[in-house]
């Protein structure tokens, strides 16, 4: 074919590779961000587990599921949720309708936020220091530190 079909033709086609080869570059870059967010989310779990074990009173579970921390009867767990860096946070009394997450936000240089919504209402918090205290004292009911517990440096806890 010669002439206007086969210039027409030669269109099409570029069209459709420029389109696949976008396509492509887009999955590559997900699948990236996923395997980012996972990674992050893996290193999370194992600061919060070793943050766990440091305060010497908390039982510490990390699994397949997730990370279980507990204080006497009440336990929190960390959950995996999803393929990402999605975080599920799960315990006993939490209200109906009450969802409470753990991700990373872009604009705050990939730092960790406690998302709680309850009641078409969300509060958002930086997980660590402020969010991570709200949450074990909330849910494991562990005493809230105090200004003079901060120990001396160069000292052990």
């Not at 492509?24 to 587990?49: F, H, M, N, S």
């Amino acid at each position: 074919m010669d002439g206007f079909g086969s210039r027409l033709a030669a269109r099409f086609k570029k069209a459709v590779e420029r389109e696949e080869a976008t396509r492509r570059r887009e999955e590559e870059e997900r699948q990236r961000v996923l395997e980012e967010g996972r990674a992050a989310r893996e290193r999370l779990l194992g600061e919060l587990a070793a943050m766990g074990r440091a305060i010497g009173v908390v039982t510490v579970a990390l699994d397949d599921g997730g990370l279980t921390l507990g204080f006497g009867t009440r336990k929190l767990l960390f959950a995996r949720d999803g393929d990402g860096e999605r975080v599920r946070l799960a315990w006993d009394g939490m209200g109906d309708g009450e969802e409470h997450r753990l991700y990373r936000q872009a604009e705050l240089g990939h730092r960790w936020v406690y998302s709680r919504r309850r009641r078409g209402r969300e509060d958002r918090l930086p997980l660590l220091d402020q969010g991570i205290e709200e949450l074990l004292v909330g849910v494991l009911g562990l005493p809230r530190p105090g200004e003079g517990d901060v120990p001396e440096p160069g000292r052990d806890l």
